[in-house]
C-alpha cells in the first residue's frame, strides 16, 4: 500500500448507523435515509441511476456477501427548488440480515464501482473499519462523507491489508520488490519460512530491536509481508501460464488443489513469520526461551520464558514464569492460549489486530490475559483500553525483571553454598 494511503482504492465513503426504517429485517422502506450528502459519490444528473453494487455483511465470525442494486433519484425532480433526493436499494442476502444500530459504509471505489458494507454493531470489524476510513465521530445519526484521503495520515500497512481483505478489497503491492535477488537466492520457489523471514529482516535495513522494538517489529512484518506477495505473485503467474490441461482435458481437480495450496499457504506463513521475528528480537534482547514446547495435554505454547525446564521445575517461582500465545489476528481465538501452560495463572498474547472490541478486551482482562501490540497499533482502541493494553517494549521489560531477579537469586544461593 501507498504509505497506507487509501486514495489508490476509493474515491469516497459514506458512512451511518442504521435506523429501524432502513434496516433490510424490519423494514418495507427499502431506502437509506439523509441522502442528500451522497450528491458528492452518485452527483446529480435527470431521471433514475441505477447502479450494481456488492452488499457485504461482517462480524467477528463470518460474512455474507451478494449482488444487488442502488437507485439514486431525485423523487422531487419536477418540483423547482423542491429537490428530495433518495437512495434505494433492493433486497439481497446481506439488505435481510443488517439491524438497527449496525453500522453502513457505502464505498465509491477508484474504478468507478461501489461496495456496500454493513459491519455489525460493538464488533471489532465495525471498529477497525472506523479506524480504517478515520471515522472518529460515534454519531453517526445522518451521513458522514470522507473524501480526503490524501490527507490521511499513514496507517500501519499490514493491518489495513488484512482489513481491506476482509472486505474483499486486495491490496496494491509493489511490482519491483527485490524479485531480482529473491528468484536469485530461492530459485523461483518458496523457502522456508524461517529462511524467507531472515531473508525479509536482511532487506529491512537499519532497525532497533533493542531500544525500539515496537517499530522493529511491524518493519520486519510489513518488509516481509511485501517481500512474500512480490514472489508469491511471480510464481503464480508462472504457474497459471502452464495452464491446468491434463491429457487434453480441463484440470479442474488440480486447479482446486492449487488455489487451496496458495490460501493455506498464506493463512500458516503470517502466523510462524510474527513468531520468527518476536523470536529474533529475543535473541537481540538477550531473553531466554523455549519456542512451542510441550506443557500439560500435550499443548504447545508459542513460546515459555525463561523455558520449559523452569516450567518443569517445580522448585521454581511460578511468577516468574511467563506465557506468549502469539496470534496475527485473535478475535474469538484468544480463548485457545488460556489452557497451554496450566502454571501460569496470567497470560500474555501478542497480535497485529486492531481496534478489538471493547467486549473482547473486558473478557480478555476478566481471564487475566495481557494483549501485547505493538506501540503504534494502540492508537486503534479506545482510550480506556489504552491504559490496559503492553507494548512490545513493556513486555520485555516485564520479562527482562523477572529474569535478572531469578539471576540475582541464583547468585545468592551459588555464594551461600546451596
Known amino acids: 500500500m501507498k504509505c497506507g494511503y487509501l486514495s489508490q482504492y476509493f474515491e469516497r465513503v459514506a458512512v451511518k448507523s442504521l435506523v429501524d426504517v432502513e434496516a433490510g429485517g424490519r423494514s418495507n422502506q427499502h431506502e437509506f435515509n439523509g441522502v442528500g450528502i451522497l450528491k458528492k459519490l452518485f452527483g446529480t444528473q435527470t431521471g433514475k441511476k441505477r447502479i450494481g453494487a456488492r452488499f457485504v455483511y461482517l462480524n467477528d465470525e463470518s460474512m455474507v456477501a451478494d449482488d444487488g442494486t442502488l437507485t439514486w433519484y431525485d423523487s422531487r425532480e419536477n418540483i423547482p427548488g423542491r429537490s428530495e433526493w433518495r437512495l434505494y436499494y433492493t433486497s439481497n442476502d446481506v439488505t435481510g440480515i443488517m439491524r438497527k444500530d449496525d453500522t453502513l459504509f457505502i464505498c465509491l471505489r477508484a474504478d468507478g464501482t461501489v461496495l456496500v458494507i454493513i459491519a455489525q454493531n460493538g464488533t471489532t470489524i465495525e471498529n477497525q473499519l472506523k479506524w480504517l476510513f478515520d471515522i472518529r465521530d460515534d454519531i453517526l445519526d445522518r451521513f458522514r462523507v470522507k473524501e480526503d484521503f490524501e490527507l490521511d495520515k499513514s496507517k500501519v500497512l499490514f493491518t489495513s491489508r488484512l482489513i481491506l481483505e476482509q472486505i ?66 511471480h510464481i503464480i503467474s508462472e504457474r497459471l501460464k502452464k495452464g491446468f490441461i491434463e ?172
Open 168 to 233: 474483499g478489497v486486495e491490496s496494491l503491492e509493489d511490482t519491483d520488490n527485490c524479485l531480482e535477488e529473491m528468484l536469485e537466492r530461492f530459485g523461483g520457489s518458496f523457502p522456508s519460512t524461517k529462511e524467507f523471514s531472515a531473508f525479509a529482516r536482511e532487506m529491512a535495513g537499519p532497525v532497533s530491536p533493542v531500544e525500539e522494538p515496537d517499530e522493529t517489529l511491524l518493519l520486519w512484518v510489513e518488509r516481509e509481508e511485501a517481500l512474500f506477495r512480490t514472489l508469491e505473485k
Open 247 to 418: 491429457y487434453g482435458e480441463v484440470d479442474v481437480d488440480g486447479f482446486v488443489k492449487f488455489s487451496l495450496s496458495v490460501q493455506n499457504r498464506r493463512k500458516s506463513r503470517v502466523g510462524q513469520a510474527l513468531e520468527n521475528h518476536i523470536e529474533a528480537i529475543f535473541l537481540e534482547n538477550r531473553i531466554l526461551y523455549d519456542r512451542t514446547p510441550v506443557t500439560e495435554n500435550k499443548s504447545k505454547p508459542d513460546f515459555i520464558l525463561p523455558g520449559i525446564a523452569a516450567y518443569q521445575d517445580p522448585f521454581f517461582p511460578e511468577e516468574n514464569l511467563t506465557m506468549l500465545g502469539v496470534k496475527s489476528t485473535c478475535k474469538d481465538r484468544w480463548r485457545q492460549v488460556l489452557d497451554e501452560a496450566d502454571r501460569i495463572e496470567k497470560k500474555h498474547l501478542l497480535t497485529l489486530e486492531a481496534a478489538i472490541s471493547e467486549n473482547q478486551t473486558d473478557a480478555m482482562q476478566k481471564r487475566k490475559l495481557q494483549l501485547v501490540l505493538p506501540l503504534e497499533l494502540h492508537e486503534t482502541y479506545h482510550e480506556r483500553q489504552r491504559r490496559w493494553l503492553y507494548s512490545v517494549k513493556d513486555f520485555i521489560r516485564e520479562v527482562k525483571e523477572k529474569q535478572e531477579k531469578e539471576e540475582h537469586v541464583k547468585r545468592i544461593q551459588n555464594k551461600r553454598g546451596l
